[in-house]
């Protein structure tokens, strides 16, 4: 019995050891040389060093992507869903932003983002067909940003209603969107006129106190049923 409750113990302690070696006395050494330690030097050169994508001629860039049950969009990008397209990931811009891009970080995911920091005049556009991709669910979310911080917010326009199962969005953009799906749930309390088309039912998401009668509804939406949820808070 000795010997395997030392393999054990054993064990533990080396899992630790290892943690603390590999984990704890990188973070120690680079809080120890500050602004000195190479990775931090790496981090501010890299913020340092705008790319200039404000000029040149829009090219395009092809990506290849496999499931898609969410997309969420950065300030600095438009994303587009043409039904009438088929698997493909367009993505059309400067040359200099389109050598930054990056498409996707998760399965299942498309998150659009510069690997370096990029100077933009108008947002680099990425189009695609959401239904072309596998999945009966969909979230989309508009990463806003505060807006002295950037004039390019994120943007999402359809070219054809997105006709999913369950459709969840997040922040809504500055024109409308077309809708078909069977499921609509929505986390805003901001104006809903913008969502056009029909849906089975509608169900608002809120975490706002006072009476859920009051919450904006959305007048150019069919729905056969509605719902207001107030969320939980963690």
Do not use: C, W
């Not at 680079?30 to 890299?46: D, M, N």
């Not at 969909?138 to 006709?163: H, K, Y």
């Not at 509608?202 to 919450?215: C, K, V």
């Amino acid at each position: 019995m000795k010997i395997p409750l030392l393999i054990f113990v054993g064990s533990v302690l080396a899992l630790f050891a290892s943690d603390f070696f590999l984990t704890v006395l990188p973070r120690i050494e680079q809080q120890k040389l500050g602004e000195e330690h190479p990775e931090v030097k790496a981090f501010i050169a890299s913020i340092d060093n705008v790319v200039d994508a404000t000029g040149g001629p829009v090219l395009e860039k092809r990506f290849a992507v496999g499931l898609l049950n969410r997309v969420t969009v950065n300030p600095g990008f438009r994303v587009i869903h043409n039904p009438e397209m088929g698997r493909e990931v367009i993505a059309s811009g400067p040359q200099a932003a389109l050598e930054q891009l990056e498409i996707s970080h998760k399965t299942g995911r498309i998150v659009p983002d510069f690997k370096r920091p990029v100077r933009l005049t108008k947002l680099v556009e990425i189009r695609l067909n959401l239904h072309a991709h596998g999945s009966r669910e969909m979230r989309i979310s508009l990463a806003r940003v505060p807006v002295e911080s950037t004039i390019l917010q994120p943007d999402f326009v359809t070219q054809g209603a997105l006709n999913f199962q369950m459709l969840r969005i997040a922040n809504f953009p500055d024109h409308p969107l077309q809708i078909a799906s069977r499921d609509l749930m929505v986390y805003s309390l901001d104006d809903l006129s913008n969502l056009h088309g029909s849906v089975d039912r509608l169900e608002i998401m809120y975490d706002e106190p006072g009476d859920a009668r009051n919450l904006a509804t959305a007048p150019n939406l069919k729905f056969r049923k509605l719902l207001r949820t107030k969320m939980g808070r963690d």
